[in-house]
């Protein structure tokens, strides 16, 4: 079975300040896992996604993610927080069954702090 | 290339009546999946479908349902509304297979009074 846990819904962080949001994930099988963010009011953007081809995904707006397969994580971090980055986070982990089923994480909020 | 639809944006309906929302995906998807994202519940998968066909199944009372015409369009329904049927529900549209990854719509948000 496949599943996701995203440690801490709601994280706050100074503008400027190092971004790190966790998740961890269960999978039978070899993992494709994915990060969303998501605006108010609107659907869920593709942050990255990571599909076994490389352990450090980079994705858009200065995120990228570290496949740790030893601790089951994949980690959401950027370097310095924007304003514009206030927003909650979505981790996923794509389904071992036929098709394409997503299991998505309860979501982190973001605060940034002037 | 055009994003995901859906329409429309927003609904009021009131409890018992029946609702049917729209997606249109990505050209050249033939896979959608319905969410439903509500703020105690998160986001909870409803079904998918793939070739008109429902591939995916959610743990979901049977006053949901979908379904999905031959130009990869997708509907669903949920009859006999209820207060707890009030959320937003998202749409999205990938290729078919496992690692592909998905690509949301706006959503709907109906309430339900």
């Known amino acids: 079975a496949q599943s996701v846990t995203q440690l801490g819904s709601h994280v706050s962080v100074s503008e400027g300040a190092l971004v790190l949001l966790r998740c961890n994930y269960s999978?039978?099988?070899?993992?494709?896992l994915f990060w969303y963010v998501q605006y108010p009011n609107q659907g869920l953007q593709l942050l990255l996604k990571?599909?076994?081809?490389?352990?450090l995904v980079k994705g858009i707006n200065g995120f990228e993610a570290e496949f740790k397969k030893s601790e089951t994580s994949f980690h959401l971090t950027k370097p310095s927080a924007h304003m514009s980055d206030a927003a909650e986070y979505f981790c996923a982990v794509s389904g071992s069954n036929t098709g394409n089923q997503f299991y998505f994480g309860t979501g982190t909020s973001l605060t940034v702090i002037p | 290339k055009a994003g995901v639809t859906q329409t429309p944006r927003y609904l009021i309906k009131t409890r018992g009546q029946q609702v049917t929302l729209s997606c249109s995906p990505i050209?050249?998807?033939?896979?959608v999946s319905w969410y439903q994202q509500t703020p105690g519940q998160g986001l909870q998968f409803l079904f998918e479908y793939f070739s008109e066909t429902q591939r995916n199944k959610g743990n979901f009372p049977g006053r949901f349902s979908g379904r999905q015409f031959s130009n990869s369009r997708s509907e669903m329904n949920v009859s006999t509304l209820e207060l707890g049927d009030s959320a937003l529900y998202l749409c999205a549209s990938s290729f078919s297979g496992r690692g592909y990854e998905q690509f949301f719509g706006p959503g709907t948000r109906l309430t339900v009074l």
């Open positions: 990571y599909t076994s081809a490389a352990t």
């Open positions: 999978s039978s099988v070899p993992p494709y």
């Open positions: 050209s050249g998807h033939r896979s």
